[in-house]
């Protein structure tokens, strides 16, 4: 167990976005400079945790809570201030530790329902917490922030499942793949494998598009100054999912990544669509529990 004097310590860092979230960097350019400087520092924050969760070998279970506790304790926290003057709950950035505690044993999760429940811990609740940073006071905004972040990390999943089997992780439920494992997850050469796992890209990807739909369709919540980048960035997202999808939902162990050329080419298309939103994005689609703490 890594003691908890080696724990480092919080530190904003605004260059966080630019090196780890490239799609949301990349969408930055549209927040009016307003929201995008408390937008990297949320990044900041959770990007803090996430490092803490994966950058040793070794179960950080207890760090990771015990920093939230010295968080939630210590009101002078930077973390607690910036939290405070937004109003948001702290219990929401728990939930988020908790999906990270989870990441830090094997994982093998084993249906759709609790796959959807770790989506909300490491990424609903990214949603969440953007909502008042970004000037979205409405209550009814929620679940759509909860399920665009959800979408996105679907997408991490599909994107991420080889590169998770060597970190002992198997997100993708054992209802959809039966007892696959990491060892099998490892072995691309084999067809079976690999055709069990293409099926099961093709339904998380399926899934994910609910989902954005039930993100964009609350757009109409977002101020209209912010609402362009939000857009474009999880139409970035989705790009990957698409790739995966043009690609014949192809399992292997090269990572589907979306080039310049591509973002910006996404984001072109995504522009004249924006105009249309409300139009286009009508309906939500009812197809989870709600969780305990999405309204507070």
């Not at 990044?43 to 803490?52: E, G, H, N, Q, V």
């Not at 070998?57 to 010295?70: A, L, P």
């Not at 609350?218 to 609402?227: D, E, F, S, W």
């Not at 080419?265 to 924006?274: A, D, G, Q, V, Y």
Request: glycine letters at 4%; hydrophobic letters at 35%; a neutral charge.
């Amino acid at each position: 167990m890594v003691s908890n004097n080696t724990v480092q310590e919080y530190q904003n860092d605004f260059s966080s976005l630019k090196n780890h979230g490239k799609s949301f960097y990349w969408a930055s350019f549209f927040l009016p400079s307003s929201n995008s400087l408390d937008a990297s520092r949320l990044y900041s924050i959770c990007r803090y945790f996430d490092d803490l969760a994966d950058e040793s070998d070794k179960d950080v279970s207890t760090e990771i809570k015990g920093q939230f506790q010295r968080i939630t304790s210590d009101k002078s926290h930077e973390i607690n201030i910036f939290f405070r003057n937004y109003g948001i709950s702290l219990s929401i950035l728990e939930d988020l530790t908790n999906g990270l505690v989870k990441d830090q044993t094997s994982v093998r999760l084993n249906t759709e329902v609790e796959l959807i429940e770790y989506c909300y811990e490491v990424a609903g609740t990214v949603g969440l917490m953007m909502m008042p940073i970004i000037n979205v006071d409405d209550q009814n905004a929620r679940k759509h922030a909860i399920d665009l972040g959800i979408a996105m990390q679907l997408t991490n999943i599909a994107r991420d499942i080889y590169e998770d089997a060597f970190m002992d992780r198997v997100y993708l439920p054992k209802e959809w793949i039966g007892e696959i494992d990491t060892k099998d997850l490892k072995d691309i050469k084999n067809t079976e494998i690999k055709n069990e796992i293409s099926k099961a890209l093709k339904k998380i990807i399926e899934l994910s598009n609910i989902y954005y739909e039930n993100g964009f369709s609350g757009l109409r919540y977002i101020p209209v100054k912010t609402r362009l980048a939000i857009f474009i960035a999880a139409k970035v997202y989705k790009g990957i999912g698409e790739k995966i999808q043009r690609n014949g939902y192809l399992y292997g162990s090269k990572r589907v990544f979306l080039n310049k050329f591509e973002k910006l080419l996404i984001t072109l298309k995504s522009i004249p669509k924006f105009f249309f939103i409300n139009h286009i994005y009508k309906k939500y689609s009812t197809i989870r529990d709600t969780f305990k703490n999405e309204n507070l």
